[in-house]
């Protein structure tokens, strides 16, 4: 994965607007691990293939970066993200890893399915 290119994400996220895409949302603050440490809190989410279509998207901030997505009666909106897949031509795919490199923020959008 790449460090974010904020304009080259930008661009990605204006492509895909107004279009049904399948969504694939993740976060964790390490709640895989817990059990090896109990003084952390366990939490996480997972969104995926859920089906969205916004109206407006953007990116903001100076790196890690959040992506907001307006949708017609909501919004989805990811902070943290780091890093994103170039070789994913259809997709657009962005992580966010922590200063050991794990994840912590996934957020990835494609007129495809996830498996």
């Given at each position: 994965m790449l460090p974010i290119d904020p304009q080259y994400i930008?661009?990605?996220i204006d492509e895909m607007k107004d279009q049904d895409l399948y969504i694939h949302l993740e976060l964790t603050n390490g709640a895989y691990a817990a059990h090896n440490d109990a003084s952390r809190h366990p939490a996480a989410n997972f969104i995926t293939n859920a089906v969205i279509r916004y109206v407006h998207g953007g990116i903001s901030g100076?790196?890690?970066y959040r992506?907001?997505?307006?949708?017609?009666?909501?919004?989805?909106?990811?902070?943290g993200l780091t890093h994103y897949e170039e070789t994913e031509q259809d997709r657009l795919i962005l992580a966010g890893h922590d200063k050991d490199g794990k994840l912590v923020v996934a957020l990835q959008i494609s007129p495809y399915p996830f498996k």
């Open positions: 930008q661009q990605r100076v790196g890690p992506v907001g997505l307006k949708m017609e009666q909501g919004w989805i909106y990811s902070e």
